[in-house]
């Protein structure tokens, strides 16, 4: 029997994947003694889980019937992401407490936590056949 998965389970399975992620890359960079790579990873990843749940709770508002409505709101809402994907890569720049590489691979860490997600998944079920 399989359940229906809501898009607050799907936000808090790989919000909290990537958020886990994002911890320990940046735990272990700082026991190299890297701390500016340790807070880059982790204040792009927690901004990057933050995306993606507004991004998930916004989602529901563009499904509209009049259509300019949509388009407006659509257009919001990515407006409302970028401006706040754009604070840790600000805060990157002007400060050199974090790594603005990291910083920047830590805004994608979602998105490499679906990508490994679904790559692992296609591999295993190819190597079972």
């Known amino acids: 029997m399989e359940t229906d998965t809501t898009v607050f ?6 919000g909290s994947r990537a958020l886990v992620l994002a911890i320990g890359a940046g ?8 701390q500016g790579i340790c807070r880059g990873l982790v204040l792009g990843g927690v901004f990057s889980a933050v995306n ?3 991004m998930g709770q916004l989602i529901r508002f563009r499904i509209r019937d009049n259509r300019k409505a949509a ?13 706040l994907l754009a604070i840790p890569l ?3 720049v002007r400060s050199d ?3 603005f590489p990291a910083t920047a691979v830590g805004l994608f860490m979602v998105q490499l936590v679906i990508m490994v997600e679904h ?3 296609l591999i295993f079920t190819a190597v079972k056949h």
């Not at 389970?9 to 790989?14: F, G, L, R």
């Not at 735990?27 to 890297?34: C, D, I, M």
């Not at 388009?71 to 401006?83: D, E, K, M, P, W």
């Open 90 to 92: 600000v805060l990157a």
């Open 52 to 54: 993606f749940a507004i």
């Open 119 to 121: 790559g692992s998944r």
């Open 9 to 14: 389970d799907i936000q808090k399975k790989y």
């Open 97 to 99: 407490r974090f790594n």
């Open 71 to 83: 388009t407006r709101q659509s257009l919001l809402s990515l407006l409302l992401r970028y401006a």
């Open 27 to 34: 735990l272990l960079f700082l026991a190299l003694g890297q």
